[in-house]
């Protein structure tokens, strides 16, 4: 008996090492769902409550493992609610495949319910493939180019299956003029720059007397590589926030995070440095790296594409980081003087003092820099972070210390709301000895992440160590924006746009069987932080945090001072946002 073509699509996902689709069904997909079912022993589908968070926990597996990422959704409705989950993949370069149902073909281009045209709606999130299945005998090959375009450009993919071809007998394409017959497997190459374009980039590097370096995602993997170069050049290392997780805090000429969001140590080193040297990284703000006048570049990218677009480099450099570093490295002298290293080793050591000062000033009712710089000393050694957007990101990126062995992510260039319990889901079921934690603001939390809490429910007595972690920032405020709006173009905070309803997490997480706990006093956040790590189930930390603790740029120009201070004339919280702005500037100041 011949099988089903949604049978087969399932068996050749299989074939390619797929082993989780994450997903939610519909009538668009019921032949595939079907086939799930019959190969529920071989590969697993984790039901989502919104198709959104079923494309970022796609995009988490892809990051989080190098592997690709599959999501499923039905047509019309379904289809559409992958989208920002695929364009959080798509930006920050992830393989990620989506399938995705159709009404019947007979029905298509007769405004159909449900219809929606999908080639042209997917045609920009997978610009590299997007196809419609119309026949058995093209299943092969539209499931073995999603998968293997995916792969080699790490991007999004998309095929199209309507339901009624899902149902259809499956036909092995013949061998015929007008048919192909594709095949399985794809190595990565070995990509290494041109002996002559290596030795222009060390000659440059070499010449520098003060050498800094920003590492991105791209690095992952040459950890070693880079930590080798950074002692030889006496460089110091800043790191996008994708890269985040690419060599841990305590090496002492780590700067930590770079941009908005960054350190003034970071800052400071790209302002005086005299060359910069980018590896995998396409850290967009050209306003944090060097004065085009004042640097000499050189960048590595395994993709040509993001070479030479965010600084003017001397060398580009088209490689595989750790390869590329290999092959550089012997060409590169050890800087004998390292007084640009110590100074930039000074830096840090007084930035984490700085931090720690911020962070114990009081708040109303709990700062949060406060339960960022304390989770620091409590997370596990090999906990995986992952960060919303919004203030949270900003003291994910400069309080939490990483250490060797963590994994850490958010939404890099996309930047979207509500990753943050998805991405901490999916870490969960490719690494279920390790305790995920997801650093998320009550924006996101009410957005999404309540409904990624009932798929928490759902699965975690399925795993074999049930850890797993949410800290929710309740400061009945979309902080971040609300600061946005204050220093970036001078007005007061929007209420009716800002505020947000105040709502009992912990005690939801606790209505679905989880554990939750609610901090709101500075003298308890440490033992709060110790009940919610030691639980063995899925937990919610609640803190009730500041909304008026400000996130202080790096670096403050005279506009964004301008602009605060015009804000603050009829902002409903002047009084509280300058008392502490006051008392970070005077922590700045007098940290010691």
Not at 236 to 242: E, H, T
Not at 560 to 584: G, L, R, V
Request: net charge negative; with cysteine.
């Amino acid at each position: 008996m011949k099988q089903l073509t949604s049978d087969y699509i399932i068996s050749r996902l299989i074939d390619w090492k797929i082993n989780r689709i994450f997903g939610f069904p519909g009538d668009g997909i019921n032949g595939l769902m079907g086939a799930l079912n019959r190969a529920k022993d071989k590969i697993d589908f984790i039901q989502v409550r919104h198709e959104e968070n079923a494309a970022f926990m796609a995009c988490a597996h892809a990051k989080f493992t190098g592997e690709v990422g599959v999501c499923m959704a039905t047509s019309g409705p379904g289809a559409i609610h992958l989208l920002n989950g695929l364009y959080d993949a798509k930006m920050d370069h992830q393989p990620v495949l989506a399938i995705v149902g159709q009404q019947a073909r007979a029905a298509i281009g007769g405004s159909y319910q449900q219809e929606v045209d999908l080639d042209s709606l997917f045609k920009d999130v997978a610009c590299q493939y997007v196809h419609t299945a119309m026949v058995p005998e093209q299943i092969r090959h539209l499931v073995d180019r999603a998968v293997r375009i995916a792969k080699t450009t790490r991007s999004v993919t998309c095929i199209i299956i309507p339901n009624d071809l899902q149902e259809s007998k499956y036909e092995e394409p013949p061998r015929a003029h007008g048919t192909l017959n594709s095949g399985l497997n794809y190595s990565v190459p070995l990509i290494v720059p041109l002996q002559s374009d290596l030795q222009k980039a060390a000659d440059i590097l070499n010449k520098g007397e003060k050498v800094s370096m920003l590492v991105g995602a791209g690095a992952f993997g040459a950890e070693d590589e880079v930590i080798q170069v950074a002692e030889l050049l006496g460089a110091g290392v800043a790191k996008a926030l994708l890269g985040k997780a690419v060599l841990p805090d305590d090496l002492p000429y780590v700067t930590g995070s770079i941009g908005l969001l960054g350190t003034k140590p970071s800052w400071d080193m790209m302002m005086d440095c005299d060359t910069l040297l980018m590896i995998g990284s396409s850290f967009p703000y050209s306003e944090f790296l060097p004065k085009v006048d004042n640097a000499k570049g050189v960048q590595i990218d395994i993709d040509g594409k993001m070479l030479g677009i965010r600084f003017p480099m001397e060398v580009n450099l088209q490689g595989d980081s750790k390869r590329t570093l290999q092959a550089l490295i012997p060409l590169l002298k050890r800087k004998e003087d390292r007084s640009w290293r110590k100074t930039i080793e000074d830096n840090i050591r007084e930035w984490w003092e700085v931090l720690e000062a911020r962070a114990m000033h009081d708040g109303d009712p709990i700062n949060p820099e406060r339960i960022f710089w304390e989770l620091s000393k409590h997370l596990p050694d090999d906990c995986i972070l992952t960060s919303d957007s919004g203030s949270s990101a900003n003291w994910f990126a400069r309080d939490l210390k990483i250490r060797k062995g963590m994994k850490a992510s958010l939404s890099g260039n996309l930047a979207t709301m509500c990753p943050g319990v998805p991405y901490a889901i999916a870490a969960k079921f490719a690494y279920p000895g390790r305790m995920p934690i997801a650093l998320v603001g009550d924006g996101a939390m009410q957005m999404l992440g309540n409904n990624g809490l009932i798929t928490i429910s759902k699965y975690w007595k399925q795993w074999r160590d049930p850890r797993l972690m949410i800290l929710v920032l309740n400061n009945r405020d979309l902080n971040q924006v609300t600061w946005e709006q204050r220093v970036m173009v001078g007005d007061p905070k929007f209420e009716a746009s800002q505020e947000v309803p105040d709502f009992p997490y912990a005690e939801y997480a606790k209505m679905l069987g989880l554990a939750g706990i609610k901090v709101d006093k500075a003298e308890d956040i440490t033992s709060a932080i110790e009940f919610a790590l030691s639980q063995m189930r899925p937990v919610v930390l609640e803190a009730y945090t500041d909304p008026n603790v400000p996130p202080l740029p790096p670096h403050i120009t005279l506009k964004q001072a301008k602009n605060f201070s015009e804000s603050a004339i009829e902002d409903p919280d002047k009084w509280e946002m300058i008392k502490d702005t006051w008392k970070e500037e005077i922590a700045t100041l007098f940290h010691k």
